[in-house]
């Protein structure tokens, strides 16, 4: 079974649109992430949610809207996407209450905004 | 978060250990040394951490140095599938999670 879930694992759009990310956790965690990996292969985390509560917020654009319905979901909102956010995105979740243990990694959604 | 230091690359050849290198000179007592991996096209994978003790799992071992300020990862008998971007990140324990990626080590496995 897949712990952490990505869908779409590609993304092709249009500039202008808006596109969601759906990332879905079934390890029990009660915190998961949002991470970008640009062109240049550097990974930056984006957000981070405990408890469906926002906790980290990097200075994304407004136009990024994560939304956690329940523990085990964060999707990613993404309203007029502009060439910049092609990107791969990657979901992760972890325990809160375990500070030092891993965090586990979707295998990312390819987001190719033409 | 403490900076660290990794080399681009490097190269082994299979069956051989794999010891890539990482400099966090400027860590903190309460920060954890962290190693991920990223084989191509996937997400980061967790391989090891530890705080001051050297540590060993099924993947591989862990050393760091007394005063802190480097560490090892030791792949013991590296494969083909071990190719892979491996990320050295040091953060402070707790529930705030947020792993901070450098450029990491892409170690390239030789037949």
């Known amino acids: 079974d897949t712990a952490v879930s990505q869908t779409p694992k590609y993304l092709v759009t249009q500039m202008g649109n808006d596109k969601s990310i759906k990332c879905e956790q079934n390890?029990?965690?009660?915190?998961m992430y949002w991470y970008k990996q640009d062109s240049k292969k550097f990974l930056k985390i984006m957000f981070s949610?405990?408890?469906?509560?926002?906790?980290i917020n990097e200075t994304v654009p407004n136009r990024f809207s994560p939304k956690s319905p329940d523990k085990a979901h964060l999707n990613l909102h993404i309203n007029s996407l502009e060439l910049g956010d092609s990107a791969v995105y990657f979901c992760?979740?972890?325990?809160?209450?375990?500070?030092?243990?891993?965090?586990?990694f979707g295998q990312g959604t390819r987001l190719t905004v033409v | 978060d403490a900076k660290t230091t990794q080399p681009p690359s490097m190269d082994c050849a299979e069956g051989r250990a794999a010891n890539l290198p990482c400099n966090h000179s400027?860590?903190?007592?309460?920060?954890?040394v962290y190693w991920y991996r990223q084989i191509h096209s996937q997400g980061p994978q967790y391989i090891i951490h530890g705080l001051k003790n050297n540590e060993t799992n099924e993947m591989a071992s862990l050393i760091i140095t007394e005063d802190r300020k480097s560490s090892t990862l030791i792949l013991p008998h590296a494969t083909l599938r071990d190719t892979a971007v491996y990320y050295c990140i040091v953060r402070v324990g707790g529930s705030n999670y947020k792993l901070t990626f450098g450029k990491g080590t892409l170690l390239t496995v030789n037949p």
């Open positions: 992760a979740s972890s325990h809160s209450d375990r500070g030092n243990t891993e965090a586990f």
């Open positions: 390890l029990g965690h009660d915190t």
């Open positions: 949610y405990n408890n469906k509560e926002l906790i």
């Open positions: 400027t860590i903190s007592g309460n920060e954890y």
